[in-house]
């Protein structure tokens, strides 16, 4: 008995204007390539770094350009000033030189800011003045609080720093600048200071024509200042790029995780409870590969319950059609001794006889209807010359043919060409034989059953007819349903098992095709019957 148990598949064809559930959502990003899903996770962990990324150019941009403005600015200046000295304070001719003491007095007569450092050099390089030593400036550190009473007080000492290998290298990168500056070039750019700071460093050469009289160099050592105003600037974007991608992964997980999770108990529900179908319409309605997923287990799971349906359904049928012949078995086996008549006995074991072939039938036809899903799927489709197969299993009937038998005749056109179609030679055969045998067992004694195959309109068409008693109108499509026979009038019982046709069908079908019944008429008169086989042609 088929089961009963209903299916959790939504329905897809809602009438009255109703919205089908399952309906996608129109994409926001279909300006983007790929599928919505896709797009949504490229937008999204995009715009976070696109914040990051500007804001990054962006202070870089800036920092360069004040990093530039300084050195204008100390350039314009250190020009002044080196033009100031050499006009004021160069004698000696013809060869002319700069009077250290008078430059070192302008100089600390010139205005100098706190985060700025002049020092002037001599024509060897040798240093004669420095702001800070003029202005007296000296390093502070801010001390640690009071220790209170009994706690150990940390040793404070006054002595100067010991000089590091950073001095080291500040110095010598300050000698090379000045050498630089000597030969009467003028050196800008960035440079570490004997503390280890960023300075913006500027040396112009004070000459007198191509005589170089001395060095003027400047130093701004607000650099790293301006850094760490840029990070302070930085961690704005930071932090809205840490809350866009966070913010983007939330919505990520409630997009994917929890859709996948909710599959996942669905899944499990169909496995342990018992269900016959996923159903979740708010997910099939997603225009994305979750959406495809949901359907295609919704369809999945809905073909398999109806493939379990089929099984049951085909269980049952088998069961009751096995137990007619197992029942008439057991009446005649029964029977068998209690009867003592010579005739009787006779016809009892005729019965048996019978009912044995049937079983055997039966048997064998459910085994072929059980394998030949499997058959279909593991064979790959092939060209297979219609014509040729026909007249080769129409051969093998004449030349097995007994004598009473219905005769199979193939009626081959003239100059017919090639009807080649894509299919399985085994399972094609095995329709022409269920199609020949059928109409064999419905052909009355001294018939004769014609098979046919032509081209047309890029199909193969291939027909059987026999010179039976017809099919009722009612009947052309119930004929190729499981276990339905309707045997003429002194057929012989049990040859027929009722799946011939249902498996020809089916096969049919797996190739593409139709298989059809239909009574040959004429004069208004019923002369038999025709079975219309169309396969699509082999394309070239």
Not at 89 to 101: S, Y
Not at 291 to 308: I, P, V
Not at 337 to 345: E, H, K, N
Not at 494 to 506: H, Y
Request: aromatic share 2%.
């Amino acid at each position: 008995m088929a089961s009963a148990t209903a299916t959790a598949k939504p329905d897809r064809d809602r009438g009255g204007g109703e919205e089908d559930p399952r309906a996608p959502r129109p994409s926001l990003f279909r300006w983007l390539p790929g599928s919505r899903l896709g797009r949504l996770i490229i937008a999204l962990n995009v715009l976070g770094l696109a914040i990051l990324i500007a804001g990054a150019l962006v202070l870089n941009e800036l920092r360069q350009g004040l990093v530039d403005a300084r050195i204008d600015s100390l350039t314009t200046q250190g020009e002044l000033m080196a033009a100031i000295i050499d006009q004021a304070f160069t004698v000696g001719e013809p060869t002319p030189a700069m009077d250290a003491n008078d430059a070192s007095l302008t100089l600390q007569m010139l205005a100098n800011p706190k985060t700025q450092r002049a020092r002037l050099f001599d024509a060897q390089g040798r240093p004669i003045a420095d702001s800070e030593l003029v202005a007296d400036r000296v390093e502070q550190r801010v001390l640690p609080p009071a220790a209170r009473r009994g706690e150990a007080r940390l040793p404070l000492s006054l002595k100067p720093r010991p000089k590091t290998a950073v001095a080291a290298e500040a110095r010598a990168a300050l000698r090379a600048e000045v050498a630089k500056a000597l030969r009467g070039q003028h050196v800008a750019g960035l440079r570490r200071s004997e503390n280890g700071d960023r300075v913006v460093s500027v040396s112009i050469p004070i000459q007198r024509v191509q005589a170089v009289l001395g060095v003027l160099t400047l130093e701004a050592n607000d650099v790293d200042e301006i850094i760490a105003r840029e990070r302070m600037a930085l961690i704005p974007f930071i932090l809205i790029a840490v809350a866009v991608s966070l913010s983007s992964s939330l919505l990520l997980t409630r997009l994917i995780a929890q859709p996948v999770r909710r599959l996942a108990r669905a899944a499990d529900r169909v496995r342990l409870a018992g269900a016959r179908a996923i159903s979740l319409p708010d997910l099939a309605r997603r225009d994305d590969e979750l959406g495809d997923l949901t359907r295609s287990l919704e369809d999945m799971t809905q073909a398999l319950s109806e493939r379990m349906d089929a099984i049951e359904s085909f269980a049952a049928d088998v069961a009751h059609e096995i137990k007619n012949p197992l029942t008439s078995l057991r009446s005649a086996v029964e029977t068998l001794d209690l009867v003592t008549d010579p005739t009787a006995r006779e016809r009892l074991l005729r019965i048996l006889k019978n009912d044995v072939q049937r079983l055997d039938r039966l048997v064998t036809d459910i085994s072929n209807a059980s394998r030949l899903d499997a058959e279909l799927s593991r064979d790959n489709p092939k060209p297979v010359d219609l014509e040729r197969l026909v007249a080769d299993i129409v051969g093998l009937y004449q030349a097995t043919a007994k004598p009473g038998d219905v005769a199979v005749r193939f009626a081959r056109p003239v100059g017919l060409e090639a009807t080649t179609v894509m299919g399985r030679e085994g399972s094609l055969g095995q329709v022409f034989r269920n199609l020949i045998d059928n109409a064999r067992s419905f052909s009355p004694p001294g018939g004769e059953v014609v098979v046919a195959v032509q081209r047309g309109a890029g199909r193969v068409i291939a027909t059987v007819s026999d010179a039976g008693p017809g099919i009722p109108p009612e009947n052309l499509e119930t004929i190729f349903e499981r276990f339905y026979t309707s045997r003429p009038k002194g057929a012989a019982f049990g040859g027929n098992s009722g799946l011939g046709l249902s498996i020809a069908r089916q096969i049919v079908e797996a190739h593409g095709g139709t298989l059809r019944a239909q009574n040959r008429v004429v004069d208004g008169q019923v002369i038999g019957a025709v079975f219309l086989l169309v396969l699509p042609e082999a394309k070239a």
